[in-house]
């Protein structure tokens, strides 16, 4: 009949656990022990997601989320907070 099922993958925000489709979320990547913004999702290695507020990246970065997520020592550069608004 011409319908299909398009199936969209579900990525888990590391920040505060709301699971949402992929392209509602900002994902991060590891390189050289930095944490990298990925806007297209396409940097290779494991990535991390978190929701478009800036207290689920703050909470991400203040409990270790992203190290463990990424299995990585990783750290988180000052410039990344203004990916998010104020909310």
């Given at each position: ?12 925000c590391?920040g505060?656990g709301r ?6 979320l900002?994902?991060?990547v590891?390189?050289?022990g ?7 999702g396409r940097?290779?290695g ?8 800036r207290?689920?990246f703050?909470?991400a970065t203040s ?14 550069p000052?410039a990344?907070n203004?990916?998010?608004?104020r909310?």
């Open positions: 009949d011409g319908c299909r099922l398009v199936m969209q993958a579900v990525r888990t590391v505060c699971k949402a489709p992929q392209r509602e900002v994902r991060f590891v390189a050289d930095l944490l990298e913004h990925d806007p297209m940097k290779p494991r990535g991390a997601y978190t929701c478009l507020r207290a689920c703050e909470r409990r270790r989320a992203f190290a463990r997520t990424l299995r990585r020592t990783v750290t988180v000052q990344l203004d990916l998010y608004d909310s």
